[in-house]
């Protein structure tokens, strides 16, 4: 028999501690490196930071006002750690207002985010978490390849 | 209001989707590789596999049994890709059968996981989810580095 594993408030907990220590680790990095180190490739953590935020806020406001809008990473404007962080905690408090206006009926409903990927509501906004933490993985790898030990996995 | 985000059948699937992927992970290494390729001082991927299948199958044993057991990560016996992926497929199969024999009530229950994390069980049984993607996240800057494409993120 199948019952709650976890509530739309303890996701939201769940949520922002993951962005609260995703925030330590872009302020780990010199602001260099930030935007220009990678391994194996791979994109900078600025870059990772630009798509979660790209994500999160924008992908939210979507499946509130049940519309599809093309994805956008604002490059032009994010370009300093500064305005990195900002942006970050402009979004921290979005996050909270829009995710409290998605009702458990719309949790189950499917939406075409970003115009590109139908899904139920509720395994978008899991996969934007596990996103995070996937990308946020690598930007330990490229901490600790510049010899910066990164803040610990646990500490939300 | 607070509401259900997530039923403990959506959480099993999520889960087990998300070790499917990390199966095809460890299956992307090349045997030397797996056990010794890493960036910047970390572990190798076999490490990282050793200590997911130490967490999963023996930390969902823990919480049904209610007993507290020293952590093992069985160093001894997995020394190749296919004793890997053997246990792998073991662990999909206990995890299945101890899921399900969590209650709703034990959920919210604290235990003592391993003698040494004192925590709601769901929010343990989150942390093994996050813990791999995390690690898996490494796991795909090391098959980058070596010049091998990882499998696609979303598919589970």
Same mark, same amino acid.
């Given at each position: 028999?199948?019952?709650?594993?976890?509530?739309?408030?303890?996701?939201?907990?769940?949520?922002?501690?993951?962005?609260?220590?995703?925030?330590?680790?872009?302020?780990?990095?010199?602001?260099?490196?930030?935007?220009?180190?990678?391994?194996?490739?791979?994109? &900078?953590?600025?870059?990772?930071?630009?798509? !979660?935020?790209? @994500?999160?806020?924008?992908? #939210? *406001? %979507?499946?509130? $006002?049940?519309?599809?809008?093309?994805?956008?990473?604002?490059?032009?404007?994010?370009?300093?750690?500064?305005?990195?962080?900002?942006?970050?905690?402009? &979004?921290?408090?979005?996050?909270?207002?829009? !995710?409290?206006? @998605?009702?458990?009926?719309? #949790? *189950? %409903?499917?939406? $075409?985010?970003?115009?590109?990927?139908?899904?139920?509501?509720?395994?978008?906004?899991?996969?934007?978490?596990?996103?995070?933490?996937?990308?946020?993985?690598?930007?330990?790898?490229?901490?600790?390849?510049?010899?910066?030990?990164?803040?610990?996995?646990?500490?939300?």
């Amino acid at each position: 028999m199948s019952t709650t594993f976890l509530t739309t408030n303890e996701f939201l907990t769940h949520w922002q501690g993951h962005r609260n220590l995703t925030r330590r680790v872009i302020e780990a990095f010199p602001e260099k490196e930030l935007f220009e180190f990678s391994v194996g490739g791979m994109r &900078s953590f600025a870059e990772l930071t630009k798509e !979660f935020l790209a @994500i999160a806020a924008p992908g #939210l *406001k %979507e499946i509130i $006002n049940n519309v599809s809008v093309p994805f956008d990473e604002k490059k032009e404007e994010l370009k300093t750690k500064t305005a990195l962080l900002k942006a970050w905690d402009e &979004s921290t408090v979005l996050i909270n207002d829009y !995710f409290n206006r @998605i009702s458990s009926e719309r #949790l *189950k %409903e499917n939406h $075409n985010l970003f115009g590109q990927y139908e899904f139920p509501v509720f395994q978008s906004l899991l996969y934007f978490v596990d996103n995070e933490i996937h990308h946020r993985g690598q930007g330990y790898v490229y901490l600790r390849a510049l010899g910066i030990e990164p803040p610990y996995f646990w500490e939300r």
